[in-house]
Nanobody, 127 residues
Framework: QVQLVESGGGLVQAGGSLRLSCTAS????????MGWFRQAPGMEREFVAA????????VHADSVKGRFTISRDNARNTVYLQMNSLKPEDTAVYYCSAARSPYHPRLPVTAPDYGSWGQGTQVTVSS
C-alpha cells in the first residue's frame, strides 16, 4: 500500500485557480500511474485526470479538458493538479489515487483500477 496525502484545496471565486498536490510514501512512486477523482455531495465519484507512471501520457475528463492539467515530479514523489478557470460545478472533494499495479501498460481511468486513495481535499468554487 502507498500512503497519499493531498493538499492545496480551499475556497476560490469562479474563474480563479488552485493547485492540488499529492505526496506519496510507502512504495516506489515512480512505477505507478496516478489519478485524480472528485466527488460532489450526493454524486458518484468521477474521474478527473490520470498520468502514466513514466509521465509521458496523460488523460483528462472532457469536463475539465483545457482547464485542468495533471503532472508529476517523481523526484518529489508528488503528483499535481493545476486547476484554472474554475467553475462552481467544480466544487467537490478531490481525491488522489495510485494504480493497483506498477508499470501497467494501460493508463487507468476508472476507480476500480486504483488501489490506494488519499483522504481528500475540499475545493469550493463560489459564483
Amino acid at each position: 500500500q502507498v500512503q497519499l496525502v493531498e493538499s492545496g484545496g480551499g475556497l476560490v471565486q469562479a474563474g480563479g485557480s488552485l493547485r492540488l498536490s499529492c505526496t506519496a510514501s510507502g512504495r516506489t512512486f515512480s512505477g505507478y500511474s496516478m489519478g485524480w477523482f472528485r466527488q460532489a455531495p450526493g454524486m458518484e465519484r468521477e474521474f478527473v485526470a490520470a498520468i502514466f507512471w513514466s509521465g509521458d501520457r496523460t488523460v483528462h475528463a472532457d469536463s475539465v479538458k483545457g482547464r485542468f492539467t495533471i503532472s508529476r515530479d517523481n523526484a518529489r514523489n508528488t503528483v499535481y493538479l493545476q486547476m484554472n478557470s474554475l467553475k462552481p460545478e467544480d466544487t467537490a472533494v478531490y481525491y488522489c489515487s495510485a494504480a493497483r499495479s506498477p508499470y501497467h501498460p494501460r493508463l487507468p481511468v476508472t476507480a476500480p483500477d486504483y488501489g490506494s486513495w488519499g483522504q481528500g481535499t475540499q475545493v469550493t468554487v463560489s459564483s
